[in-house]
């Protein structure tokens, strides 16, 4: 049972360029979930999911996309890669109660020059 | 709005000693309250939680949080501290009046161990 795993770790950019991260969990889990994480600061919210083929916008959605087709996968698209987009990006998957507490991915860390 | 704080940017502890991380919360129904830890370069792991029941809640590696109705806080406490407890945690809530049952985060309080 491996839980959340992302790849890749690392990965610089350039300003324009596009990159999908990766999210897979093994637990069969409905809700998924896309975080960013600033220095200093705490998670916000990207894009979530309720389960295959369901997504939805989260606080900071802008300049990402999701997509969900299957229960263990939650790729992140990043479109033309801005500085401002230089973060660590978090996957996380929960159970379906909704007290459920979140699992958490190693998290990827992204720096866009 | 719904909104988590953490007062302490930073909290520096002897080994040995007590621990308290500060959390105060905001919102509009009852809540669900969890508390994460955060290990350099590694994902957020999950300590503990409030549903509904007993003000105190007993977590992983001896950590327990008091919820507070009245004071709307769920500080994050450890009668005696280890090194290795130096991290950054996060204070989290769920506020049940609102449908899409996201999370609320905290901006994260730095704990500090010294031996």
């Known amino acids: 049972n491996a839980g959340v795993t992302q790849t890749p770790k690392f990965r610089i950019l350039k300003i324009g360029q596009s990159m999908t991260l990766q999210c897979t969990q093994d637990?069969?889990?409905?809700?998924m979930y896309w975080y960013r994480q600033d220095p200093g600061m705490g998670l916000k919210l990207i894009y979530y999911?309720?389960?295959?083929?369901?997504?939805d916008k989260g606080e900071v959605p802008n300049g990402y996309n999701v997509s969900r087709s299957t229960t263990e996968d939650f790729p992140l698209r990043l479109e033309l890669a801005a500085p401002s987009q230089t973060s660590v990006y978090f996957c996380?998957?929960?159970?379906?109660?909704?007290?459920?507490?979140?699992?958490f991915g190693p998290g990827t860390r992204l720096t866009v020059l | 709005a719904q909104s988590v704080a953490q007062p302490e940017d930073q909290v520096n502890v002897a080994e040995g000693n007590p621990l308290t991380v500060k959390c105060t919360y905001s919102?509009?129904?009852?809540?669900?309250l969890f508390w994460y830890v955060q290990y350099p370069n590694r994902g957020l792991q999950f300590l503990l939680k409030?549903?509904?029941?007993d003000n105190l809640v007993k977590g992983s590696y001896g950590f327990e949080a008091e919820f507070n109705k009245s004071q709307t806080s769920f500080h994050l406490k450890k009668p005696s501290a280890l090194v290795s407890d130096s991290a950054l945690y996060f204070c989290?809530?769920?506020?049940?009046?609102?449908?899409?049952?996201?999370?609320?985060w905290g901006a994260g309080t730095k704990l500090i161990i010294k031996p």
């Open positions: 996380a998957s929960r159970g379906p109660i909704r007290y459920n507490e979140q699992f």
């Open positions: 919102v509009s129904g009852n809540p669900y």
């Open positions: 999911s309720v389960g295959a083929g369901i997504t």
């Open positions: 637990m069969n889990h409905n809700y």
């Open positions: 989290a809530v769920r506020d049940l009046a609102d449908s899409n049952y996201q999370l609320i």
């Open positions: 409030y549903i509904t029941g």
